[in-house]
């Protein structure tokens, strides 16, 4: 839902993002019209598995909800899919698992396949964006992330130099406080703070 809006702040403060999309969201006809002003924006296009799979038990990590085989050819899917909007695992070689939720041989099936898994930086709560009311204890509303992005930019010793910050390109409808209203605030306060916005390969590239 919040794709429309988030491509015309990228656009108006001149910025480019990384958008990691699911296969079922790449097939699906509805979006093919955002993923191509997405990518025609000059944005970064990758995947975020084919159907969103858990991939391990969310009490005890260690234990695996999938095989090898699985793991594969799900990921292989999503490609697939990106293919379609032109392009693949050399363009595109960074993986975003499904809910940020991994381990060890998620890890390293993830680099048996040419891949470099990913992750967002965590402290500032940007990710539970996505959380609504009903969740109770666990929704965070927009005041309250964006509050928590500024404390880390102020306070954390590197602040957010390097910083992968994740946001939700859409959310459940009960989540009425859309935190992407709130990016031109945030942009603007971040860029008056001397902070400037990277591709997430660029990013990446600069640190090797």
């Not at 079922?24 to 006809?29: G, I, L, S, T, V």
């Not at 050819?73 to 993986?95: C, Q």
């Amino acid at each position: 839902d919040g794709g429309e809006s988030i491509l015309a702040t990228l656009k108006k403060n001149k910025i480019k993002a990384s958008f990691f999309l699911t296969g079922n969201f790449y097939r699906n006809p509805k979006n093919k019209a955002l993923i191509r002003s997405l990518k025609a924006a000059g944005n970064f296009l990758g995947v975020h598995s084919d159907r969103h799979l858990l991939y391990c038990d969310w009490n005890n990590r260690d234990s695996l909800l999938v095989t090898h085989s699985q793991f594969a050819t799900d990921l292989d899917h999503a490609y697939e899919e990106l293919a379609k909007f032109g392009g693949d695992k050399t363009t595109a070689p960074y993986f975003l698992p499904p809910y940020e939720w991994y381990n060890d041989s998620i890890s390293a099936w993830t680099k048996e396949m040419g891949l470099q898994l990913l992750n967002f930086s965590p402290g500032a709560r940007n990710n539970a964006d996505y959380t609504y009311p009903a969740m109770g204890e666990k929704y965070v509303n927009s005041e309250a992330i964006f509050t928590s992005i500024r404390k880390v930019a102020g306070t954390s010793p590197d602040g957010l130099n390097g910083y992968l910050l994740l946001l939700h390109l859409g959310t459940d409808p009960r989540r009425m406080d859309k935190f992407y209203y709130r990016l031109p605030q945030l942009i603007k306060g971040l860029e008056q703070d001397g902070y400037h916005w990277v591709l997430l390969d660029k990013l990446l590239a600069d640190a090797n």
